[in-house]
Nanobody, 120 residues
Framework: QVQLVESGGGLVQAGGSLRLSCAAS????????MGWYRQAPGKQRELVAA???????NYADSVKGRFTISRDNAKNTVYLQMNSLKPEDTAVYYC??????????????WGQGTQVTVSS
């Protein structure tokens, strides 16, 4: 069974940095696009950053220039480097991956989320 596990969240001061990691494990044949979403209290989940297998990236306007997404295909891991954090970045961050499992089913998988809290 495929599993995505996030790590790296925590409490930081405004202007600080965090690095999130998401590792995919299980019977995986291939991984396509991977991305990070976030959901703040009372708000809908939104796309933060995405990276496809060809390493093209896409960022939300609110984080562009501050966040950087990258991936290590050998480790089936995607990262999100977050710099110059603001209180409005506070949210639960979720990893998402489009992948094909050992049964040749391609679908989106979600991690359980990691809390990021930025204090002013």
């Amino acid at each position: 069974q495929v599993q995505l596990v996030e790590s790296g969240g925590g409490l930081v001061q405004a202007g600080g940095s965090l690095r999130l990691s998401c590792a995919a494990s299980g019977s995986i044949l291939s991984i396509g696009a991977m991305g990070w979403y976030r959901q703040a209290p009372g708000k809908q989940r939104e796309l933060v950053a995405a990276i496809i297998s060809g390493y093209s990236t896409n960022y939300a306007d609110s984080v562009k220039g501050r966040f950087t997404i990258s991936r290590d295909n050998a480790k089936n891991t995607v990262y999100l480097q977050m710099n110059s954090l603001k209180p409005e970045d506070t949210a639960v961050y979720y990893c998402n991956a489009n992948l094909m499992d050992s049964s040749y089913h391609r679908k989106n998988y979600w991690g359980q989320g990691t809390q990021v809290t930025v204090s002013s």
